[in-house]
């Protein structure tokens, strides 16, 4: 079935270096990619997304973009701060099943 | 209030328990989502809801159980529950179900079954 694959976490790195997380897919048709971000203590939020083959997502300095000869959709990110650090989720979306399918979570952890 | 609120926030129950879990939104969208997030696994979908109308239940055991009111309201009725049950449990709306809106979430309420 439909699945995402994320790299496990935790991922720590020092302010102002460069972030890549890994997300890989397998779908049976031609999904809509998405990253979601979850905060502290808080719920997941919409980071960026992309619908189709070579688009860009981008947001708040992050991008991703949906490769579709690799079944990918890596987030990064420039130069991360510390208050990018939290969980964030790579999921899919297919028309066919109308659900949004989720990857385990990568833990970011930026120290000053 | 504004996006999506649940309560309570934490919840400690033992295994004869009966318990609800309460989510609310205040966006005006028609679908609204249960989750389940356990430690180091992917987020599970649980129940979908549409216009009031559950269009999926993901193979949920039965002491699981929904009820949406009304649009703006979903609740989780929750009675024998085993401690693997213990999770952050997700809410979250979508103007519709039926297309890749974005889905907006609440904080989650944690559960522990003792």
């Known amino acids: 079935g439909d699945s995402v694959t994320q790299m496990e976490g935790p991922v720590t790195l020092s302010e102002e270096a460069f972030l890549t997380i890994n997300c890989t897919y397998t779908?049976?048709?031609?999904?809509?990619l998405f990253w979601y971000v979850q905060y502290p203590g808080e719920g997941l939020q919409l980071l960026l997304k992309?619908?189709?083959?070579?688009d860009k997502g981008s947001n708040k300095g992050f991008e991703a973009t949906y490769r579709k000869e690799t079944t990918s959709f890596h987030l990064e990110k420039g130069s991360v701060q510390v208050s990018d650090s939290a969980v964030y989720f790579c999921a899919l979306w297919m028309d066919s099943s109308y659900k949004l399918i989720f990857g385990s979570g990568t833990r970011l952890l930026v120290r000053p | 209030e504004t996006g999506v609120t649940q309560t309570p926030r934490h919840l400690v129950m033992g295994m004869t328990n009966k318990k609800s879990l309460k989510c609310e939104q205040h966006l005006g969208h028609n679908a609204m989502y249960w989750y389940k997030q356990s430690a180091k696994k992917p987020l599970e979908l649980m129940f979908v809801?549409?216009?009031?109308?559950?269009?999926e239940n993901n193979s949920v055991p039965s002491r699981f159980s929904p009820e949406c009111p009304n649009s703006s309201h979903l609740f989780l009725h929750l009675h024998t529950l085993q401690p693997e049950d213990s999770a952050l449990y997700l809410c979250?709306?979508?103007?519709?179900?039926?297309?890749?809106?974005?889905?907006?979430f609440g904080p989650g309420t944690r559960l522990t079954v003792l």
């Open positions: 809801y549409s216009l009031e109308e559950r269009v």
């Open positions: 992309a619908t189709k083959a070579d």
């Open positions: 779908a049976t048709g031609y999904p809509s």
């Open positions: 979250a709306s979508s103007q519709d179900s039926d297309y890749n809106d974005e889905q907006f």
